[in-house]
């Protein structure tokens, strides 16, 4: 009885181990923020909470790089525990890690004293890492509605904002449309293969008849739950979400979503294509290639006319996504890998893009929660030549210009397309590409050598952390351009790990 136990514990408890500790986590937090709140004096619950947060996630980490993922699934195979999945777990937690910490100084300085804002963080997070082990689609749903759900509430949490109120709205008809779209995916795929878990539907969908009934059933049910991924990755034409979105959600929530989310969902939308339905790959390659030539397009025209910084970069975002799914679509093990080299890149340079956005902060500023525009932009770089120099680095590394790693995403993706002379594709990057230097060199335009029309507002220093980040990733974007197997080398254990 007792080893009984014991093997219990090991397979069924320890595995579970980083989801139970950020549990844990935000059930602390909960009960630390209820007591807290009951007294007179009234403390500043966010500074608390998201230091706690912090050390939960760090404990988190930990308990993560100490868990046995040997065993391939366990639960009745509903999850999945791999290299892949720990190391795009670790990921997760770290990027989670420096949105909490950057979020701290912009909530402060928009006075939001609320500790709901850590949890709903904590708890998308968590949904996130149920999301990336997910082996069965009841879970997979689960997961994505339990992250999406925090998302939606995230986005109007600037309760004195109609923006705001707006935003998170919008979010939530369009999110629930995308649920609609994921469900009935799945209903069609029950309804031919008798099963929800992606080892059995594997073998089941394997042996149905091309021209037979079920087969079709089983390909418009892929259809479905793929245009549901892609409106999770703000791919269009379901992105229609994305600029309302981020224009109208609190900085600090713009930072988390568009960030965090975009890796665990492209490793399913990976894993279904790649392995689930292994034998249906050119309908995935297919829906990736146009998802990708209307991303590129809508995008890079959308971003022309915009002005304000969070819709310029929700449409850049749209164009960025399409060259991940342009090397997903050429469907080869060299392409999977330089779809998920472009996505880091992405997600670093993001992260530094949007830690200069956020540390647009001005002492007399009149209406602190106002959409920041590129005039921002331009005055805070007038005061700070830390902000010009990173922000050139930012944006030479989103327009795909040498030396740095964007260029290298794009250069590698590009010499994969023409390998496989798939020219078309070929002609599209490089024509998008122009359209997109535009804005981007229009950016950099105004950083050098725009003149300011007001420059009576005080900007405030960058916080010692948002200074560390700035530099960490312009760093990292240097280094990823001299050697990019610092990454590759990394997505090459997780690819492995599932062929």
Known sequence: MQLNFILFFQEYVLILG???????TILF????AVFSATKKSKPLIMEATNWLAI??????????????????????????FTTHTKIIKLIILIFTAICIILCKNILSHLKINQFEY????????LGLLFLTSSNHFMTLYLSLEMQSLCLFALACSKRDSSMSSEAGLKYFVLGALSSA?????ISQIYGVTGHLDFDSIKLSAAHLPTHSAQFKNLCAGQLFIISALFFKLSVAPFHVWSPDVYEG???????YFAVVPKLPVFSVLFYLGFVVFSSYSELYTHAAFYGACISMFIGSFGALFQKKLKRLLAFSSVSHMSFVL???SIHTKEALTLAFLYLFIYMITTVLLWTLIASLRFENDDNRSRSKTVLDLVVASKNSSLIRFSGLIALFSLCGLPPLAGFMGKALIFKEVMSHEAYIMAGIIILTSVISSVYYLGLIKNLYFEV????SRIFKPLPLFSTFIIFVSTVLLLLIFIDPNLIIDIIKRIIDSIF
Do not use: D, H
């Open 55 to 80: 050390v939960g996630i760090g404990i988190t980490i930990v308990v993560l790089e100490n868990t046995n993922y040997s065993t391939s699934n366990v639960y009745s195979s509903i999850f999945l």
């Open 452 to 455: 300011a029309s007001n420059n």
């Open 29 to 32: 937090i909960a009960l630390y």
């Open 18 to 24: 980083p989801e139970i500790s950020l549990s844990l």
């Open 249 to 255: 959600s609190p900085i600090s929530a713009t930072l």
């Open 326 to 328: 342009m090397a997903f």
């Open 118 to 125: 850590v949890m709903l963080t904590l708890t998308a997070t």
């Open 181 to 185: 779209l994921l469900l009935y995916g």
